[in-house]
């Protein structure tokens, strides 16, 4: 029974029809001529906006991953206290420059009807002695200066000019600073992004220099690398370099920042690398930046696409063709970790020049025949068949 069905399923694969079998030849590459090194995926520009002066939250734009257009507020501090301060202060320039416009009155009064000229008031006989007798006698013997005493007069009148005048720029500095203080309490976004992470919430009471939100550009992400000194030889500002992000599928990306000073105890040097726009990566990633190896030495194994590797218990598999007779046979191989352009390395197993499987269907097994591109199985073991 068990042999009728598998000729059943034998005749009937070939009318269902197989999918093409697409095969490749193995090659061989340079093992250790790249050494991969592991970063961070990075925003290409991130800042925490952070508290300028003391007070309550009273807005918060929104939750982590919301994204803002530049100049949007994300963050507001209670201005209450700041817009009572700024009345105040507007009070006091407003009598300043009372006192400065009656300080120019007075001043213009002296100096078109000096009060050193002028007769007592009144129109009895104080002012009558004072003008007939007084003053001219005092001219004679040289006892008042009038001159003197007009000028005076005047200098007293600019000074009360210059006071209001002090008074006045006083009180509008006071008020500049109460206005900067008010801008302080408006957080906006700097540029398009997203809001990475919060560190208050409504209510909250913050002081000068406490965190509020981190902010970042996140359309524009960066891998962070820090790259042995010894690798450095290598990198330069523009130069392109095979990636993978979360051990994807690989990427270019391109040096965009090299930073002057390396670390005296780590030995390494932080370089960024731009990623390309619209890659599979969010920031926090995990990323592996492949340099070429100044030490290499030229040994070349063979490499296989990850597709073509299969498991088989515990065990990474291929499945190989031989190119005469199109017999399909199961390799047991041993892997490397090094990743080349997706390719694995073959340590064991397999060799150059061998044809092999490319995603091979789950129902494969060693023995099957590659026939135009469609795998059968061997003729002898269905004539077999036919004749139990």
Request: glycine share 6%.
């Amino acid at each position: 029974m068990k042999r009728v069905l598998m000729l059943l399923c034998c005749l009937l694969l070939p009318a269902a029809g197989w999918s093409a079998v697409q095969v490749v030849e193995v090659k061989q590459r340079v093992y250790d001529q790249t050494i991969k090194l592991g970063g961070t995926v990075i925003p290409f520009k991130k800042v925490t906006l952070t508290a300028q002066i003391a007070g309550q939250i009273n807005y918060l734009a929104g939750e982590e991953g919301d994204r803002f257009r530049k100049g949007v507020l994300l963050a507001s501090i209670d201005d209450s206290a700041l817009l009572a301060r700024r009345k105040a202060a507007y009070a006091q320039w407003q009598r300043a420059y009372a006192a400065w416009q009656n300080a120019i009155t007075l001043y213009n009064r002296e100096l078109w009807a000096p009060q050193s000229k002028t007769a007592m008031p009144g129109m009895g006989l104080p002012s009558m002695f004072d003008q007939m007798f007084s003053r001219p006698m005092s001219d004679a013997m040289n006892i008042t200066d009038y001159d003197a005493a007009r000028r005076a007069d005047l200098l007293a009148a600019r000074n009360r000019i210059k006071e209001a005048r002090a008074q006045m720029e006083a009180a509008r500095a006071q008020i500049e600073e109460i206005d900067v203080q008010l801008r302080y309490t408006k957080l906006v976004a700097p540029f398009d992004g997203v809001i990475v992470k919060k560190f208050v919430e409504v209510g909250d009471s913050v002081q000068p220099g406490q965190p509020i939100l981190e902010f970042a550009k996140s359309n524009h992400l960066s891998i962070e690398v820090n790259v042995p000194v010894s690798l450095m030889g290598a990198i330069e500002k523009g130069r392109i370099f095979e990636a993978s992000i979360n051990h994807g599928v690989p990427i270019h990306v391109r040096v965009a920042q090299i930073f002057p000073v390396a670390d005296d105890k780590q030995h390494t040097v932080k370089v960024k690398f731009d990623i390309p726009l619209g890659a599979a990566a969010a920031p926090g990633m995990y990323a592996e930046v492949f340099l070429p190896n100044p030490q290499s030495q030229g040994i070349r194994f063979p490499v296989v696409p990850e597709e073509a590797v299969v498991k088989r218990g515990s065990l990474p598999a291929v499945y190989v063709v031989d190119p005469k007779t199109g017999e399909v046979r199961m390799k047991i191989v041993r892997l490397g970790k090094t990743r080349l352009n997706g390719e694995r390395v073959v340590l064991s197993g397999l060799r150059a020049g061998e044809r092999i499987i490319i995603n091979p269907p789950p129902s494969i097994h060693s023995g099957m025949v590659l026939k135009d591109g469609e795998l059968v199985d061997a003729p002898s073991e269905r004539k077999g068949d036919e004749d139990d």
